[in-house]
């Protein structure tokens, strides 16, 4: 036996009649500016002025930054700004 399906109690969720499925339209055709707004791009946003690197650093020295909490990799950006002088 079919299960049978609960009735909603949104009164938004009924199936969509024959007439509503005729006169459907693609958002992006609809309304292309609200698509722009809705998509996003993935990755780092553009403009960045940071640059991703690979480093190997000692285990002891990332185990410490670690256990200092969240944002240690900003943390240690700062420290090596300050040790290089560019950074006062």
């Known amino acids: 036996m079919p299960r049978q399906k609960k009735p909603s109690k949104y009164a938004d969720d009924a199936p969509l009649t024959a007439k509503e499925l005729r006169s459907a339209r693609l958002l ?18 553009m403009g960045r002025s940071k640059e991703t690197i690979h480093i190997s ?3 002891e ?27 006062a």
């Not at 309304?31 to 722009?36: A, E, F, H, S, T």
């Open 28 to 45: 992006s055709i609809s309304d292309p500016k609200l698509v722009g707004a809705i998509k996003r791009s993935r990755g780092r946003p």
């Open 57 to 59: 650093l000692d285990a």
């Open 61 to 87: 020295i990332v185990a410490s930054l670690r256990k200092s909490g969240k944002g240690w990799q900003t943390r240690l950006n700062e420290m090596l700004r300050v040790a290089m002088g560019l950074l």
